[in-house]
């Protein structure tokens, strides 16, 4: 039996909820370039899926990378991380992509992480008390598994999904840009001109952050006036603590 780790976790809070369940071999749905279709598991593996929720859905790139999967009678546990606000039809729509792809959901998890635009919403989740609850459910998660029980979940969620929402929130590299093209090497969707990285196709653009998070001299951010007020729109959703949510 092989654990499989199947992440798209561009700022790497997805990861971090990931680790605090499982270990395993990691595929990483962020790698433009990686080759999906020569990923192949068995009846007998474990694969934690997880995806952070991007406006209540699972972010287009993760949807057709993980449908070019093998998954084989693999078994699922489905993992969602939103940053405070609500993840809505996530768990629903990655649960139908894991079955397209030939895996058995037998778990479901919604979690809590650092909110990847407006990052004062969940700051510093998952937190320890987050990282205690995760345990917890993994052993239980490997209990259920022992007994042979491949069950599937209760999961939340409506089809069909909501409506993508349209994001035009675009990092920009300010005057500390060096142009060392680390920015265009890692965004997952290519959204980034490698010849020149100040230069970013806002209609590719996912504002997945992940050029802030991976740019070594921190050249890459936000607009201010844009980010205060999607800071000012989410404070009535976002101020108090959710807590994670469990389904076995």
Do not use: W
């Amino acid at each position: 039996m092989m654990v499989y780790q199947l992440i798209f976790s561009p700022t790497g809070g997805t990861q971090a909820v990931a680790n605090a369940l499982s270990g395993g071999q990691v595929v990483d749905l962020t790698d433009r370039n990686f080759d999906f279709s020569s990923v192949a598991l068995t009846a007998e593996d474990v694969a934690f899926i997880a995806v952070p929720s991007y406006g209540g859905r699972v972010p287009l790139p993760a949807v057709e990378r993980l449908g070019k999967v093998h998954g084989g009678g693999a078994r699922a546990v489905l993992v969602c991380v939103y940053g405070n606000r609500a993840y809505e039809d996530t768990l629903a729509e990655l649960s139908d992509v894991a079955e397209f792809a030939g895996f058995r959901v037998v778990a479901g998890v919604a979690a809590l992480a650092e909110h990847s635009i407006a990052r004062k919403y969940a700051a510093g989740r998952p937190d320890e008390s987050d990282k205690a609850v995760l345990r917890d459910f993994q052993a239980r998660i490997q209990a259920k598994l022992d007994a042979g029980d491949t069950t599937a979940p209760a999961l939340p969620g409506n089809r069909p999904y909501k409506k993508r929402g349209v994001r035009s929130i675009v990092p920009q590299a300010g005057k500390a840009c060096t142009a060392c093209g680390r920015c265009a090497v890692v965004c997952p969707v290519g959204a980034i001109n490698a010849a020149n990285p100040k230069v970013t196709d806002s209609s590719k653009c996912i504002s997945c952050m992940r050029c802030v998070a991976q740019c070594p001299v921190h050249a890459r951010d936000l607009n201010p006036v844009v980010l205060g007020g999607l800071e000012l729109a989410l404070k009535p959703v976002c101020s108090t603590r959710k807590e994670n949510e469990l389904f076995l």
